[in-house]
Nanobody, 123 residues
């Protein structure tokens, strides 16, 4: 099975909201740092947010801080990214990855990316 499956993307207007899901199989999301990345058209992949084993340890890219919130539901073995006040600049394919520390949010050159989920913010 695919270890991480992203979902929840879609088309929204600026100012709208989406909640992305990162569902894990084969391991527990509370045993890893889970990181959200995104890649906008014509741009490099960038780290967006991360949650460590402790839910209190989270990180956000400056571009999304205050608008996005990462959380984890251990019972569902899923990590979420709540995205509010969406901007056209948030348009991208969003991916999640498992690592060990949220400092790895800066590590964008990875193998084994999933399909991601596409977010389009447009009027």
């Amino acid at each position: 099975q695919v270890p991480l499956v992203e979902s929840g993307g879609g088309l929204v207007q600026p100012g709208g909201s989406l909640r992305l899901s990162c569902a894990a199989s084969g391991f527990s999301v509370d045993s890893r740092a889970i990181i959200w990345f995104r890649q906008a058209p014509g741009k490099e992949r960038e780290g967006v947010s991360c949650i460590e084993i402790s839910d209190t340890n989270t990180r956000y890219a400056d571009s999304v801080k205050g608008r996005f919130t990462i959380s984890r539901d251990n019972g569902k073995n899923t990590v979420y990214l709540q995205m509010n006040s969406l901007k056209p600049e948030d348009t991208a394919v969003y991916y999640c990855a498992a690592d060990y520390y949220c400092s790895a949010m800066a590590v964008t050159n990875r193998a084994g990316w999933g399909q991601g989920t596409q977010v389009i913010v447009s009027s």
